[in-house]
């Protein structure tokens, strides 16, 4: 199976995927539930939100790896890229990189999200045979992808216990979810994604980023990975005569003299 073929196959699965963890556009979780089968509601932290979406949805893709013949080979540390290596269980050659990723829509501009991070641009990134923080060297992946999941925030009283009987009527603490699979350097911003970290972020235009079509989509992933890896290392001086190192885009391109 090629990248394309993989894409195409995911997305497909992913069709099914919502009806699988949402009803009536509201996520089907609603707490955690104790022996003595009593409820307790779910924090609207998005950390937390985030990993519980991670554990609920993983079940339904390890079907689409099984019917596809894949293995699902895990991080063997945390904070390893990526989330799930997919190994094709015919090829061992055949591996795609999917990350997992969770966001949600601002509140008052519901066409953008609050954004996420793809990755570093780091050791792994710029050495593509290193073992560095990844679970197989970065060059080994056929393709790069990210799973994805925007939501709309609830506000609701947390922190409350419910019994069995009260779980229809426990509100969930997101609802109109709506999943993407792109592929990673198709929605890459040319900003880094977290504070001093090493980290690629991503667009934030929500249709940019369901249709991938990030700066680098046109541009292609050879630009892309050559931005990334000489980001913040290429040094120029600017008209005042001052030295600056690039970490814009359009300062990259005119740099490479791919455009004035």
């Known amino acids: ?27 089907k979780v609603k707490g955690f539930i104790d022996i003595d089968k009593t409820i307790f509601s779910i924090s609207n932290d998005t950390k937390i939100i985030s990993k519980i ?11 689409f790896a099984i019917q596809y013949n894949f293995d699902i080979v895990l991080p063997n540390h945390q ?5 799930l290596s997919f190994v094709s269980k015919i090829d061992s050659h055949i591996k795609f990189a999917v990350d997992l990723k969770t966001t949600y829509r601002i509140e008052n501009n519901p066409t953008l999200c609050n954004g996420f991070t793809l990755g570093s641009h780091g050791e792994y ?12 060297p970065y060059k080994e992946y056929l393709g790069h992808f990210c799973l994805g999941i925007i939501y709309d925030r609830v506000i609701v009283n947390e922190l409350q216990r419910y019994i069995l009987q009260d779980l229809k009527t426990i509100q969930s603490v997101i609802k109109n979810l709506d999943l993407f699979f792109v592929e990673k350097y198709k929605i890459a911003s040319d900003s880094s994604g977290s504070g001093n970290t090493a980290n690629i972020g991503s667009i934030k235009n929500i249709n940019d980023i369901f249709n991938e079509k990030g700066i680098f989509a046109e541009l292609g992933e050879e630009i892309f990975d050559d931005y990334w890896i000489n980001y913040g290392q290429i040094s120029v001086v600017d008209a005042k005569g001052n030295i600056k190192k690039i970490t814009k885009l359009k300062k990259y391109l005119a740099y490479r003299g791919k455009y004035e």
């Open 125 to 136: 990134f710029k050495n593509r045979e290193s073992t560095k923080n990844i679970q197989f």
């Open 53 to 63: 979406l991670e554990i609920h949805i993983f079940p339904f893709i390890q079907d």
């Open 1 to 27: 199976m090629d990248k394309q073929m993989f894409k195409k196959e995911f997305r497909v699965f992913l069709c099914s995927l919502k009806d699988k963890i949402c009803e009536k556009n509201e996520w």
């Open 79 to 83: 904070n390893y890229y990526p989330d």
